[in-house]
């Protein structure tokens, strides 16, 4: 595919013998568009897997491309553009397209990358009855001639957590330098506190969704958690989505070991003891509670109730791991003799410290002790029953 830059909404053009993905139609999906079979080949030594029947559509002519709206990335730099679909039953709907580069550029890196992402949403949109609205929904996926990767997912909105909380903070800040009650008596206090909780329950139930199908996000983060609104007055209507499963791991049993993105994983369970499969698998389910949802925790817990600048995401984790080694008892008494700190710890103080209590579960050292995602579903923190 060419893409032209002579506008701000571009056509792409399809020349021949571009394609990875090749698709053979199977009759109408519940999604209004030709279900199709992706088979992610090797060609040009690109490395790829199979994926199984999915509704996806893999024409880049049914789509068309808008401006760019962000870039982000880990590994290699992945670009962001606005774009809708224009043709079929789903003619008209919103899309944002997730672009790797290409190989020249990227590397094999970013090849795998984003085979990885495009499997791991095929895997959990397998079954259009146990589709998840709290994980992005992917349309289609393509090549350029130039090598890359288009990735087409329903726009579900433009916000991430990590978004919201620098807007809430930041809110905080311009009301203290012009001095105006924050939050008069403590009315939008609860309404924050009602928004995070609600955030937080959407998050973990995409995880819970992903891990009963045997996958891992293993990358989650307030990047990673896409909002369609940041506004905590529209708290009734918020969605949150996750997003960004390039590093999610395949955990089935016949799995387990495999992948080039997981090897760090299975080293860390082995160093931990978890020698046979079924410790593994509970070792790396453990190890996302861990990493992915209870940093995530951490973070809206504490980023959205505080001034700018007071906290960021490395700080809290250096609090948490290293100046505090996990001991949150500890942690709160520190916090509590900051008063920058102290909405915060009124926040996570609720139904008697059951946000302490929830969060230090995630975070046990021993990987045996933290909570499925389930279970922190179901905590009463997370349900929103302590408000």
């Known amino acids: 595919m060419i893409i032209s830059h002579t506008s701000v909404t571009s056509r792409f053009v399809q020349p021949r013998n571009s394609w990875k993905f090749s698709s053979f139609v199977n009759g109408e999906s519940p999604f209004g568009i030709k279900s199709c079979k992706i088979r992610m080949t090797r060609r040009r030594g690109h490395l790829h897997s199979t994926a199984s029947v999915v509704a996806l559509m893999t024409d880049s002519n049914f789509f ?3 401006r760019l709206i962000g870039s982000y990335g880990f590994m290699n730099i992945s670009r962001i553009y606005e774009g809708r679909v224009i043709k079929g039953r789903l003619k008209g709907m919103d899309v944002q397209f997730k672009v790797y580069p ?3 550029a990227g590397g094999m890196e970013s090849d795998l990358l984003a085979a ?3 499997v791991s949403h095929n895997t959990l949109q397998e079954h259009p009855r146990n589709i998840s609205e709290n994980i992005q929904l992917l349309l289609g996926a393509f090549e350029t001639n130039t090598g890359e990767q288009w990735l087409a997912f329903r726009n579900d909105g433009r916000f991430s957590a990590a978004d919201y909380a620098k807007f809430a903070s930041e809110n905080i800040s311009k009301s203290l330098s012009n001095n105006f009650p924050i939050f008069g008596v403590g009315q939008k206090w609860k309404e924050k506190r009602y928004f995070v909780i609600k955030l937080l329950n959407g998050a973990m139930n995409g995880l819970a969704h992903m891990h009963k199908n045997d996958r891992l996000h293993q990358s989650l983060g307030p990047a990673s958690v896409v909002m369609n609104t940041i506004l905590e007055k529209d708290a009734a209507v918020l969605v949150p989505r996750l997003r960004d499963l390039a590093f999610s791991v395949d955990v089935r049993y016949t799995a387990i070991g495999d992948g080039p993105l997981s090897q760090d994983l299975w080293r860390r369970a082995i160093s931990a003891g978890a020698i046979a499969p079924f410790e593994k698998r509970a070792f790396a389910i453990a190890d996302d509670i861990r990493y992915a949802a209870g940093l995530l925790f951490a973070y809206l817990a504490f980023v959205p109730f505080c ?3 007071v906290i960021d995401a490395i700080s809290l984790q250096r609090l948490l791991e290293s100046t505090f080694r996990l001991d949150l008892s500890s ?17 996570l103080d609720l139904g008697g410290g059951s946000g302490w209590e929830l969060l230090q579960a995630m975070l ?5 002790k933290r909570p499925i995602a389930e279970a922190v579903l179901n905590h009463r923190f997370i349900t929103g029953a302590i408000l």
């Open 364 to 368: 046990n050292p021993d990987y045996k």
């Open 331 to 347: 942690m709160r008494e520190y916090c509590l003799a900051d008063d920058r700190l102290a909405e915060a710890v009124k926040f």
């Open 307 to 309: 001034e700018a600048g």
């Open 64 to 66: 068309e491309v808008g």
């Open 116 to 118: 990885n992402e495009l």
């Open 102 to 104: 290409g190989r020249i």
